[in-house]
Nanobody, 123 residues
């Protein structure tokens, strides 16, 4: 059984940056698509960014393009999310996830999830 553990969340001022990391253990996820989702306060979980198994395909939510960057290191079983120029509306719990399929923006495609890390952006 695979376990995903996120780290790197915290409190940051608007305009600042954070780097989230997600380490997988229990099984290599080399052939899995990896994704980041987020859940703002009082709202549903939403897709943030995703990357295919070999990094050849990357997709971002429209509101995050140009500010967020996803990357992965299959040798280390990790996926990262670099978040720049953060805005108060980026405040959310961020979850990493893994999908045994091609890259998808649908949460239902992902069958492994981390516990989440809180990101709070102050104005």
């Amino acid at each position: 059984q695979v376990q995903l553990v996120e780290s790197g969340g915290g409190l940051v001022q608007a305009g600042g940056s954070l780097r989230l990391s997600c380490v997988a253990s229990g099984r290599a996820l080399r052939n899995y698509a990896r994704g980041w989702f987020r859940q703002p306060p009082g709202k549903d979980v939403e897709f943030a960014a995703g990357i295919s198994w070999n990094g050849g395909r990357i997709h971002y939510a429209d509101s995050l393009k140009g500010r967020f960057s996803i990357s992965r290191d299959n040798a280390k079983n990790t996926v990262n999310l670099q978040m720049n120029t953060l805005k108060p509306e980026d405040t959310a719990v961020y979850y990493c996830a893994a999908a045994p399929s091609s890259l998808s923006t649908a949460a239902t495609a992902y069958d492994a999830w981390g516990q989440g890390t809180q990101v709070t952006v102050s104005s």
